[in-house]
């Protein structure tokens, strides 16, 4: 299995605060992404990056920002936290040096915003 | 941009064969992926088509023709374990993005 954890695993937060996410990869991959997955839609992507400090926009970007100061971290936040962001984020890596660009994913973090 | 259209549901027979069908329309099209995925955890890599054609791995089969916009996974000898959601993904040419069905739930029943 490739290696990546998200933290946290599970989040309760009121509705305005701000919520951090992280997704660590000891697997030295180029690309990383963040996806959201509720019942009805399926996996959206929400941002990636294809290198350090190197991001852009997917598919449902609004209200999100990420951050990649470093190959191994990518941080996802939620500027201020609303009830539509309830989901569960998965993040997850792909090597860009490899044909077929399949991706790996994390565990999931499960959000719920109140 | 990229739509993919698959059954939402499906039920199957322990030991028996299933096939899960996936048709996508795409402005570009680069590859087809399968995952699998258990209630509550992440998706599992399951195989990528990027030509025409049928690629075994196993139990599980892939199937892509990209003139007809359909692939296929085949599921042989079925085990209770492989109940679980099988999602279809495809990939835009020049992009690394993948774009998702919402996944068709199969529930392998004795």
């Known amino acids: 299995d490739a290696g990546i954890t998200q933290s946290p695993r599970h989040k309760v937060t009121e509705t305005g605060t701000p919520v951090t996410l992280r997704c660590h990869q000891t697997?030295?991959?180029?690309?990383m992404y963040w996806y959201r997955q509720d019942p009805g839609h399926g996996l959206r992507l929400i941002h990636y990056s294809y290198g350090v400090k190197d991001t852009d926009k997917g598919e449902v970007s609004d209200g999100y920002s990420v951050s990649r100061s470093k190959t191994e971290d990518f941080l996802l936040t939620l500027e201020s936290a609303t009830s539509s962001q309830t989901s569960v984020y998965f993040c997850?890596?792909?090597?860009?040096?490899?044909?077929?660009?399949?991706?790996?994913f994390g565990p999931g973090t499960r959000l719920t915003v109140t | 941009g990229q739509n993919i259209d698959q059954p939402t549901e499906m039920t199957a027979t322990e030991g028996a064969i299933v096939q899960i069908n996936c048709t996508y329309q795409?402005?570009?099209?680069?590859?087809l992926f399968w995952y699998q995925q258990h209630a509550g955890e992440a998706p599992t890599f399951l195989s990528y088509?990027?030509?025409?054609g049928l690629e075994e791995k196993g139990r599980f089969s892939s199937f892509l023709s990209r003139s007809k916009g359909y692939s296929y996974l085949l599921l042989k000898e079925l085990q209770m374990k492989d109940s679980a959601s099988y999602l279809c993904?495809?990939?835009?040419?020049?992009?690394?993005?993948?774009?998702f069905g919402t996944g068709t739930r199969l529930t392998v029943i004795p």
């Open positions: 993904a495809g990939r835009q040419t020049g992009a690394n993005n993948l774009f």
């Open positions: 795409t402005s570009g099209f680069n590859g």
């Open positions: 088509n990027v030509l025409d």
């Open positions: 697997e030295n991959h180029r690309y």
């Open positions: 997850a890596i792909s090597d860009g040096d490899r044909a077929s660009y399949e991706q790996y």
